[in-house]
């Protein structure tokens, strides 16, 4: 099953600035939003901690973490890039689907563009876990209009102890297995959020579980390619102490923005070639993320074959104005924080 329509081919990926119902109604409201991620979550939540969870924009030139003191809340367009030690949503999943018919029905779009805007929900947790969230997930479209997608978050570098499972061939099998043994309803498309891959044996291992899980189906229908690059580190002004916070101590965390564009753009070329190869999987679509901050960013995005592209730092500086400007062409010397 294809994912639903997205017009425009452009929205938020999952990120801190996906959290609130404030953040998720303003993005279902713009116009140049054509879904809606919302950030990823938990069954029974994710314990946020301020002094360890944190995210820091910083230049991709010079590596100087932008100052949070500025008096008039802006902060310069080159501070393009983002390290974050942050792992998922503290709201748990059960609640965001609560909501999703309280963010349709206060918008300001027209009827009959709100009954179609896609939400894509991003979850995360145990293969069983997951697949309650599944459940649930189907449940609540039949009580919405608007499409729905599960995007399965296998790619967090932020937790300790924890590898990212889409790293590995038997956790994906896993995963795959035990959804693929569920009936989908109708309207309901399951994806699978990659971290990125630096190697072709890990593009192989992917692959190789996606086909081991297409007997007789393949339960995957997106990729979204790429999370954030893990074991990341940037200082703070003295050049002596880690620029945020980590449960570590280290402040070392996940990667992403403008130095993550080139990484995203071969993961995306390499998905989707890997993908057609194979009659079973070439129906996949990919939605492509990192570092897409202007309009040829996006279009760069779109000519290595993703279907979507979604915007995460460039969202977090600027805010749901990003999504216009990107469509537009163009983009400001400043941007406002958030």
């Known amino acids: 099953m294809p994912l639903p329509q997205i017009d425009p081919p452009l929205l938020n990926s999952a990120n801190p600035w996906a959290t609130t119902l404030q953040d998720l109604q303003q993005l279902f409201d713009c116009p140049h939003t054509g879904a809606v991620t919302i950030r990823t979550s938990l069954l029974h939540g994710f314990e946020h901690d301020d002094n360890i969870h944190q995210y820091t924009f910083f ?162 229908d997106f990729i979204t390619a790429t999370n954030t690059l893990g074991s990341c580190h940037v200082l703070s002004g003295d050049g002596m102490s880690p620029a945020i916070n980590s449960a570590s101590g280290a402040g070392v965390g996940g990667l992403a923005g403008a130095p993550l564009h080139p990484l995203a753009l071969g993961n995306v070329r390499t998905i989707r070639s890997m993908l057609d190869q194979h009659e079973s999987l070439r129906e996949i679509d990919v939605i492509g993320v990192g570092g897409v901050e202007d309009k040829a960013g996006y279009e760069r995005m779109k000519a290595v074959g993703a279907k979507v592209v979604g915007v995460g730092t460039a969202l977090g500086r600027e805010g749901v104005d990003v999504f216009g400007k990107i469509l537009a062409g163009h983009w400001p010397c400043t941007v406002s924080s958030r």
């Open 59 to 220: 230049s991709s030139t010079n590596q100087q973490a932008a100052p949070r003191d500025a008096k008039d809340g802006t902060i310069p367009s080159n501070f393009n890039a983002s390290l974050n030690t942050l792992g998922y949503s503290p709201i748990l999943l059960s609640t965001y689907l609560s909501i999703i018919g309280r963010v349709v029905a206060d918008s300001k779009q027209p009827p009959e563009q709100r009954a179609k805007k896609p939400f894509i929900i991003s979850v995360t947790g145990s293969s069983e876990a997951v697949l309650e969230c599944f459940r649930l997930i189907s449940a609540t479209r039949a009580t919405v209009s608007n499409p729905l997608c599960m995007e399965i978050n296998l790619s967090c570098p932020n937790i300790p102890d924890k590898s990212p499972p889409a790293y590995s061939g038997e956790s994906l099998k896993e995963y795959l297995g035990v959804l693929g043994r569920e009936k989908k309803p109708e309207g309901v498309v399951i994806g699978v959020k990659t971290p990125p891959y630096t190697y072709h044996d890990q593009f192989t291992v992917l692959i190789n579980a996606l086909l081991a899980s297409s007997t007789p189906v393949c339960p995957v």
